[in-house]
Every structure is written in structure tokens, then in C-alpha cells.
């Protein structure tokens, strides 16, 4: 059968009682599709009981390291010219942190969705067809001008609720929320 997600039993199964579960599963989705996404992927998804994305985010790091030790004998490998290490711990900054530190705009400092767009068009980002709000201009401005500079593995942390709705939001920051990727090369 082709499946869109595995979250939906594995989190049934965190609820029936079980603390940790896991799959590796194939994934099908052809909704939204992009020249930079594969309709056909295969996860890993994961969930723990009490813990939130900082525990695992450290679970993920450790998985990953350690896969890399085990099976590679060293935490160096070379992807597409550049050296990565996969050695823990592993960079983790907010999306804010990334586009202030690749494009010098700093979202945390803007309030306004108007003020948002404009600075994302002014560091040279393409807002067409884009909804104007602040977190669309935040999470273009990464997308788009950021996250190709990116080359040793990061947590990425605290995206915008406008490209998050059903993730848990931040208590500090209601405009963001606790998820994660990691991005590597």
C-alpha cells in the first residue's frame, strides 16, 4: 500500500503506553511537488515519551554519529567535494539565528508583517506568490538565501508557525514553533 505518513500509528502507539517506537517507511506524496523534494522517500520517524525537540534532537544527533562510527569507522565523509563531519554535537541554531548570521537581517527585531516582506525583497528574496506575513518572509529568506550555504550538519530550530501550523508553538515566541530539521550539505 502507498502511504503518505508512518507518524499517525507510531503515535497511537506512544499513546496506548509504549515509551519509545520507531519505523523506517516508504513514503508517497505528490501534493505541492517541487523540483527540490522526491515524491518517493523513505523516513526515519521516531517519538519518545517525555521529552520534547531538544531530548530528541539529542536522540537524532546520537542515531546519527553513532551509525556513522559503527558503519564508516570515522565520523569524516566527503559529499559532493565538501568534508562533513558527523561527529556530535552537531551545530543547532533558530532560523532567525541562520538568516541574521548568512544575511544579516534580523527577524527577532521586526514585528511587522509589512516590515517582514520588505526586508526579505531588500536582502534579495523573491516574495511573489508568497502570503506577506512575517513568518513567510522569514522562512523564504532561509530557504531561498540561506540554507545553500549550509554544508556540516545543524539543527535548524524554532520555524515559523505560517510554514508550522501543526507543530507544538514555542511558549516565549507564539510566532514560532518547537520543531527541528537537520540539515547536512
Not at 82 to 87: A, G, Q
Not at 101 to 123: P, Q, R, S
Request: proline share 4%.
Amino acid at each position: 500500500y502507498m502511504r503518505i505518513a508512518t507518524e499517525l500509528h507510531l503515535k497511537r502507539l506512544i499513546v496506548g503506553g509504549f515509551e519509545r517506537v520507531y519505523e523506517v517507511g516508504r513514503i508517497f506524496r505528490n501534493e505541492g511537488m517541487d523540483t527540490k523534494h522526491n515524491p518517493e522517500f523513505t523516513t526515519v520517524e521516531l517519538y519518545q515519551a517525555y521529552t520534547d525537540f531538544n531530548g530528541m534532537m539529542d536522540l537524532f544527533e546520537d542515531l546519527l554519529s553513532g551509525a556513522a562510527r559503527d558503519l564508516l569507522g570515522t565520523y569524516e565523509v566527503e559529499w559532493q567535494g565538501e568534508k562533513v563531519s558527523l561527529e556530535a554535537p552537531f551545530r543547532r541554531m533558530t532560523m532567525a539565528e541562520a538568516v541574521k548570521e548568512y544575511l544579516g537581517v534580523d527577524f527577532m527585531a521586526i514585528n511587522d508583517d509589512a516590515e517582514a516582506v520588505k526586508a526579505a525583497i531588500a536582502a534579495g528574496v523573491d516574495m511573489e506568490g508568497v502570503e506577506p506575513t512575517w513568518g513567510h518572509a522569514l522562512y523564504e529568506c532561509y530557504d531561498q538565501k540561506v540554507e545553500g550555504h549550509m554544508v556540516q550538519p545543524t539543527f535548524i530550530t524554532m520555524h515559523p508557525v505560517d510554514v508550522s501550523p501543526l507543530a507544538k508553538r514555542s511558549p516565549s515566541d507564539p510566532r514560532l514553533t518547537e520543531r527541528f530539521e537537520l540539515f547536512i550539505c
